[in-house]
């Protein structure tokens, strides 16, 4: 069982940054997967990033990619989203995710992932 807990949203300007973190409970948190989905008011939830257990393969919605970056620190169980270049289209809630699997084409799947937290409200401002 793995709990997730994010935090680090808030309200920021368009072309402002912010960095979630997601930490987690349990001793196997470095076994698993990490993701970051988005939800939109009214919109699916989408897919955001993923990256592998080691840190070392790591996988981008097209509409995220060189604005934001995943990484993890396995010592802290804890899984970041350095978001850079903000856009107002960013607006949402941000979900952080586990699963065991390999990263890969597939990884924006929501039913890979097992362990779901609550979600941080990440707001931009035009």
């Known amino acids: 069982q793995v709990q997730l807990v994010e935090s680090g949203g808030g309200l920021v300007q368009a072309g402002g940054s912010l960095r979630l973190s997601c930490a987690a409970s349990?001793?196997?948190?470095?076994?698993?997967?990490m993701g970051w989905f988005r939800q939109a008011p009214g919109k699916e939830r989408d897919f955001v990033a993923a990256i592998s257990w080691s840190g070392g393969s790591t996988y981008y919605a097209d509409s995220v990619k060189g604005r934001f970056t995943i990484s993890r620190d396995n010592a802290k169980n804890t899984v970041y989203l350095q978001m850079n270049s903000l856009k107002p289209e960013d607006t949402a809630v941000y979900y952080c995710a586990a699963g065991s699997f390999l990263v890969d084409g597939s990884s924006w799947q929501r039913r890979r992932y097992d362990y779901w937290g609550q979600g941080t409200q990440v707001t931009v401002s035009s």
């Open positions: 349990g001793r196997t948190f470095s076994t698993y997967a």
